[in-house]
């Protein structure tokens, strides 16, 4: 489950609250019964390695255009009935 950040608008509390997606946002604060509001972070998730970035997948060379690909297109193979 989640871990959501409240801060108090009034006092400025902040607190940690473990919840379940569906559980509704907490409104009250706990030390001084003001509003509270839900403050968000930075996702927690780093990508690291190859294949992440728009960069990885371009070739090394110094060329501004495309290379042209030289690929053959074979004819489907002929069944004889």
Not at 23 to 32: G, K, R, S, V, Y
Not at 51 to 72: E, I, L, M, Q, V
């Amino acid at each position: 489950m989640p871990t959501y950040v409240y801060a108090c608008k009034d006092c400025g509390h902040a607190l940690e609250v473990v919840q379940s997606f569906s559980d509704e946002a907490l409104t009250i604060c706990p030390e001084c019964q003001g509003a509270l509001r839900k403050k968000f972070n930075s996702v927690g998730v780093v990508f690291k390695g190859s294949g992440f970035y728009r960069n990885d997948s371009r070739s090394t060379t110094s060329s501004s255009t495309p290379a042209a690909s030289s690929s053959k297109v074979s004819a489907p193979a002929s069944t004889s009935a």
